[in-house]
């Protein structure tokens, strides 16, 4: 079966830098994406890898080790305004993707 | 520019009745998903089409039929509602299938069955 696994909650203060990890075992893999929602809206796109390494986007960023199954979010200078659940997906051989339940995150002052 | 818009933006429906979630979208975009979102789980995609007149099953199609008349509607149906269906629809649309193009999300339908 296909299953992406990500931590359900996280806490961390502001100022400060967090890390999301993302594991995933699908069906193929055509690129990994990493969403933003914030409660009661609608998720909007943060970053997307398909090669291996770091793609940094201002205070976000994210890595991806496809042999590893493995990719994290990177977020730097947390600010209030970043407290959401952030969603990893992995597009698969059928180019749809597949999602994980997401990460709430809870900033702090 | 609206992007995709939903409508309703709630309902409360009866088991057993139907009803169709609207959605619309104005960039063109060939692509179209319609995903549930329930607590404790990803989204799930219930149906998609890849460009106008066609249609596919996504993971949990049950229960649910779709049609693409044209490029810019994708109204999802529920024939006759269960208290399963109770969640929060999104519709999604993107410029293609395949490369690294991200989905955009309309606001979404909270939906409840009773």
């Known amino acids: 079966g296909q299953n992406i696994d990500q931590p359900t909650e996280m806490t961390a203060t502001e100022g400060a830098i967090v890390q999301i990890n993302c594991t995933y075992q699908?069906?193929?893999?055509?690129?990994l994406f990493w969403y933003q929602q914030h409660a009661g809206e609608a998720p909007t796109f943060l970053s997307y890898?398909?090669l291996d390494g770091l793609e940094e986007k201002g205070r976000f960023s994210s890595f991806l080790s496809r042999s590893k199954g493995y990719s994290y979010l990177l977020l730097k200078e947390l600010q209030m305004k970043d407290s959401a659940s952030y969603l990893c997906?992995?597009?698969?051989?059928?180019?749809?993707?597949?999602w994980g339940a997401g990460t709430k995150l809870i900033i702090k002052p | 520019t609206a992007g995709i818009t939903q409508a309703p933006t709630s309902q409360i429906l009866a088991a057993g009745r139907s009803m169709t979630l609207r959605c619309t979208q104005d960039?063109?975009?060939?692509?179209m998903y319609w995903y549930r979102q329930d607590l404790g789980l990803g989204l799930r995609l219930i149906h998609y089409?890849?460009?106008?007149?066609?249609?596919g099953k996504g993971e949990v199609p049950d229960g649910y039929s779709v049609s693409r008349a044209n490029t810019d509607d994708f109204p999802l149906t529920l024939a006759s509602a269960v208290p399963s269906q109770t969640s929060v629809y999104f519709c999604?649309?993107?410029?293609?299938?395949?490369?690294?193009?991200?989905?955009?999300f309309g606001p979404g339908t909270r939906l409840t069955v009773l």
């Open positions: 999604a649309s993107s410029d293609s299938e395949g490369a690294g193009n991200e989905q955009f």
């Open positions: 699908t069906s193929g893999f055509n690129g």
């Open positions: 960039m063109r975009h060939n692509a």
């Open positions: 890898n398909v």
């Open positions: 089409s890849n460009t106008a007149g066609t249609t």
């Open positions: 997906a992995v597009r698969d051989s059928n180019y749809q993707l597949i």
